[in-house]
């Protein structure tokens, strides 16, 4: 089992910036890919980034290329979201996710517990 606790949410004006944090402890060595998933109030969770462990290959939501960047390091078992030039419409809870041992990362087997972005006019 993994368990995954995100830092770094939390309030920002729109332009500005945020970077989210994901740490991985338990059975870490086994992630297969990990992303970050978000949920506004009264809409779908959206996957929003996703990178895999093994070749550092990236897959972004085609809505938000250019402004958010995901990396992993490996050595701390801790993936990053990098969010810039935040928008109203990027408010939401941030959520961590991972897929061990392997499949589809469009359904993780661990989630985090959540981080809240707010991004004002």
């Known amino acids: 089992q993994v368990q995954l606790v995100e830092s770094g949410g939390g309030s920002v004006q729109a332009g500005g910036s945020l970077r989210l944090s994901c740490s991985a402890s338990?059975?870490?060595?086994?992630?297969?890919?990990m992303a970050w998933f978000r949920q506004a109030p009264g809409k779908e969770r959206e996957r929003v980034a996703t990178i895999y462990t093994g070749t550092g290959g990236t897959v972004y939501a085609d809505s938000l290329k250019g402004r958010f960047t995901i990396n992993l390091d490996n050595a701390k078992n801790t993936v990053y979201l990098q969010m810039n030039s935040l928008k109203p419409d990027d408010s939401g809870m941030y959520y961590c996710?991972?897929?061990?041992?392997?499949?589809?990362?469009?359904?993780?087997?661990?989630w985090g517990q959540g981080t809240q972005v707010t991004v004002s006019s």
């Open positions: 338990g059975d870490s060595h086994s992630l297969f890919c």
């Open positions: 996710a991972a897929r061990v041992p392997s499949g589809p990362c469009s359904n993780p087997s661990a």
